[in-house]
């Protein structure tokens, strides 16, 4: 009994490992940015024009008029685990732009019992020690404006590491590409991920492994998979803006999410997924924003084997002022699905006013 924790932990991150290709991995890092968006159902792909940019769609940075820094923290399961964020962007020239990011996701003081009990078989709590692991994706973003009026692109490369105590860790390395366009007061988006599939290299420690192998006797004595990959996704936006005479605007905006894979998304076949998501943004005199957005939509089976359709619906609030914007986003409302976390707070800043 004493290896079972800390070997369930390991063996949930590590045993998906023995298939080459993962049908989730590295999922911390679609869980998304800025709380404005997660009101929006991250429906923003075709919209995203600020330093955030560099997570939803990369060509948006080309709209950047000064430095912009945004800082994002969440938490889940009491507290357990954290998600934090950090981008910068800063443009270049009337037509490039660049940007830096940073995601952890963790889960900090696990114990460690693999040594609870000594050779003589007492149990001796100060043998216990505590470890962390952590997910982290750092990525780097380049976007210019293309010589056809209305068109920009936008490229991430991503290194991805990831940390599970001193039982293992590994480093991996992919490319995002994006692309925007406008005409007459519309915008369209599209986000390609992964593009090159994102591939993961683990080093397992062998001798720390062994510790906790027969945490379940007799099972799982080989080690696992040392390689994974993440497919390639899609997601196709577009947005509009309408702007009212009495200093109000309203922003509509819808994204289709693609997995090339069958799932329990909406939409799903042998080739493709989709998942539709809607958001708005009701804005007055650009300073205070109220936002609402549904996605997640899921055939979910019942206990009497039929099907039910669930969805996530959100809703957020935001205020501007002088180049600083603080946001709030609601998740998860009336447990309809399961997410990560129910309430997000993310602050962007324009450094210009500091000049």
Known sequence: MKKILVFLLFWNCTSHYAQTVRKYSNEFMNIGVDASALAMSSAVVASTNDVNSVYWNPA???????????????????????????GYANPIDERSAWGISM????????????????NQGN??????SLFSTADYGFT???ARKLPIEGFQYGVNAKIIRRVIGKFANSWG???????QFERNDWKFG????????????????????KKISNAIPGENQELPESTEITLPKAQLGVSKKFEFHNDTSLLVATNLNMRFEQTNDIISSNIVSIDPAVGFEFGYTELVFLRAGAGNFQNVTQLD?????NFQPNIGLGFKYKGIQVDYALTDLGNQSTALYSNIFSLKVDLGIFR
């Not at 696990?110 to 000594?118: F, R, W, Y």
Request: no cysteine.
């Open 173 to 179: 390395f992919g490319f995002d590409f994006g692309l």
């Open 190 to 209: 599209l986000m390609l991920r992964d593009i090159t599939t994102t591939y993961n290299v683990w080093n397992i420690d062998e001798e720390e492994y």
């Open 60 to 86: 948006g940075l080309t709209h950047l008029e000064d430095h912009q820094i945004s800082l994002m923290h969440a938490s889940y399961f009491a507290n357990i685990a954290q998600y934090d964020y950090i």
């Open 123 to 128: 149990i001796d709590y100060n043998r216990i």
């Open 305 to 309: 084997n039929s099907e039910k359709l």
């Open 140 to 142: 780097f973003s380049y």
């Open 103 to 118: 995601i952890r996701f963790g889960v900090d003081d696990i114990m460690d019992t693999t040594q609870l009990i000594d």
